[in-house]
């Protein structure tokens, strides 16, 4: 995706919003704590309330763009 061509101009995701349409999103894992503004699950009726993200898939997804860099597991393309 040319990630390292835009960090090394400079380009960190600072400013820039994103909306993942996906399985739901696990905001309470570390990599993606205080980076989720919010989120709506359209399947909320047929799964439990603590069962967020089933598949895991749509985490997934939101971590390979937003996940902290921290220096700890990954981070996401735009992390700031």
Not at 28 to 57: F, M, Q, W
Request: glycine share 16%; aromatic share 2%.
């Amino acid at each position: 995706i040319g990630a390292a061509h835009a960090y090394a101009r400079g380009a960190t995701g600072q400013g820039v919003k994103v909306a993942v349409v996906d399985s739901n999103v696990d905001g309470s894992i570390s990599e993606l704590a205080g980076r989720i503004a919010g989120n709506i699950d359209l399947h909320a009726s047929t799964r439990s309330a603590s069962d967020v993200d089933p598949s895991g898939h749509g985490t997934l997804v939101a971590g390979a763009i937003v996940a902290n860099k921290d220096s700890r597991g990954v981070h996401g393309v735009a992390y700031n």
